[in-house]
């Protein structure tokens, strides 16, 4: 198992940008794909993006496409979101996720390691 702490979440005016963190531990030797998820209040955890274990492939959500960027350094066990032109519709509690294997994925239910969330807070 990988264990997973976000950080980097905020409040932030529309048109702002903020960076999230995912630091991993555990089972970092293993090959994983790195997710984000995020759940607005009331709504169902949604995709965000995901990236490859070598960082070469890249998904997202079509309504992030073009503001937001997804890394990871592998030396360093950590992954990034690089959040730009937010807007208040961002606003949620956005998750990171691990999933030992190699083939990027969209689904919830492919990933078994979670962090505990970190809150971003779009003002508009």
Same mark, same amino acid.
């Given at each position: 198992q990988v264990q997973l702490v976000e950080s980097g979440g905020g409040l932030v005016q529309a048109g702002g940008s903020l960076r999230l963190s995912c630091a991993a531990s555990g089972r970092t030797s293993g090959t994983y794909?790195?997710?984000?998820?995020?759940? /607005?209040?009331?709504? $169902?955890? $949604?995709?965000?993006?995901a990236v490859s274990p070598i960082g070469i492939r890249t998904v997202y959500a079509d309504s992030v496409k073009g503001r937001f960027?997804? &890394?990871?350094?592998?030396?360093?066990?950590?992954?990034?979101?690089?959040?730009? &032109?937010?807007?208040? $519709?961002?606003?949620?509690?956005?998750?990171? /996720?691990?999933?030992?294997?190699?083939?990027?994925?969209s689904s919830a239910r492919d990933f078994g390691s979670w962090g505990q969330g970190t809150q971003v807070t779009v003002s508009s």
């Open positions: 794909v790195l997710g984000w998820f995020r759940q /607005a209040p009331g709504k $169902e955890r $949604e995709f965000v993006a960027t997804v &890394s990871r350094d592998n030396a360093k066990n950590t992954g990034y979101l690089q959040m730009n &032109s937010l807007k208040p $519709e961002d606003t949620a509690v956005y998750y990171c /996720a691990a999933y030992i294997g190699i083939g990027v994925t």
